[in-house]
C-alpha cells in the first residue's frame, strides 16, 4: 500500500507535527492520522522512553527539566527528518531550545486546541495515565485532583 496522496507545496515537506497541551490528544489523533494518510507515526516521548530504558516521568526527576528539554530537542531533529511522518510532539517540546521554529521550517504544524474543561476532564478521566506520569503536570496533582 502506498502512501495517501496529499495536497503539497513545495515549502512543507510531507511532514506533519502535532503540538498541544498535555491531553490534547496528540498521541491519539497522530496514530489515527498516520493511519488514514498510510505515513510512519512518531511519538516523541515515546522515541526517548524506548532509547532511554525509562519514562519521561522518570528522566524529569533524574535529569530535571532543562537537561530533559535539551534531549528532546535533539532527538525532534535526529527523528523528524523522515518523510512521510506525523509526529507527536511533547506538550513542552515547542517552547523551548528554539523548536517551534524548527518544526515550522520542516513540515505542517497543527496546534490541537481543547477547552481547558475538555482537558481536565480527559486528565483526570479513570482510565487517563496517571498525573504522576505526566511532568509538567505532576507537581499540581494534588491540586489538579480537587478540580
Known amino acids: 500500500m502506498s502512501a495517501a496522496p496529499v495536497e503539497t507545496d513545495a515549502a512543507y515537506p510531507p511532514r506533519i507535527f502535532l503540538i498541544g ?40 526527576t533524574a ?19 523522515a518523510t512521510p511522518l506525523v509526529l507527536a510532539t511533547g506538550g ?26 475538555v482537558l481536565a476532564a480527559r486528565l483526570l478521566a479513570p482510565a487517563a495515565a496517571p498525573l504522576a506520569s505526566r511532568p509538567l503536570l505532576a507537581s499540581g496533582a494534588a491540586e489538579t485532583a480537587s478540580l
Open 21 to 60: 497541551l498535555p491531553g490534547s490528544g496528540k498521541s491519539t489523533l497522530g496514530r489515527a492520522l498516520a493511519t488514514a494518510l498510510d505515513w510512519p507515526f512518531l511519538d516523541l516521548d515515546e522515541v526517548i522512553a524506548a532509547e532511554t530504558g525509562t519514562s519521561i516521568a522518570a528522566l524529569f
Open 63 to 81: 535529569e530535571g527539566e532543562v537537561a530533559f528539554r535539551v534531549r528532546e530537542a535533539a532527538t525532534l531533529r535526529r527523528v523528524a527528518t
Open 92 to 117: 513542552g517540546t515547542p517552547c523551548f531550545h528554539a523548536s517551534m521554529d524548527w518544526l515550522l521550517a520542516h513540515g505542517r504544524v497543527v496546534w490541537l486546541d481543547v477547552a481547558p474543561a
